[in-house]
């Protein structure tokens, strides 16, 4: 059973920095992206950065130059280094992985709170 646990979530005041970390267990052959998305109260889950098997990276437009995604494919392992924060960035962000032969998996969330 793939499990994705995610830590670094917490409260963090605006322009200040927070890393989140999403390690993956189980019986995992390939993982093929790894990423992350946020949902704030009253809206949609959205893609905040995601990373291929190949390192391609895609972004939202509203976190680019501010948040930087990373793989550890050995330790199965992705990180979102979140810098600049704001308030608007304050939301659950869930860790997502599509792993070979398997299909989608999601962590159980973490809290970012952006306020002063």
């Known amino acids: 059973q793939v499990q994705l646990v995610e830590s670094g979530g917490g409260l963090v005041q605006p322009g200040g920095s927070l890393r989140l970390s999403c390690a993956a267990s189980g019986r995992i052959f390939a993982i093929y992206a790894m990423g992350w998305y946020r949902q704030a109260p009253g809206k949609q889950r959205e893609l905040v950065a995601t990373m291929s098997i190949d390192e391609r990276t895609d972004y939202a437009d509203s976190v680019k130059g501010r948040f930087t995604i990373s793989r550890d494919n050995a330790k199965k392992t992705a990180y979102l280094q979140m810098n600049s924060l704001k308030p608007e960035d304050t939301a659950v962000y869930y860790c997502?992985?599509?792993?070979?032969?398997?299909?989608?998996?999601w962590g159980q969330g973490t809290q970012v709170t952006v306020s002063s």
């Open positions: 997502h992985a599509l792993i070979h032969d398997q299909g989608d998996f």
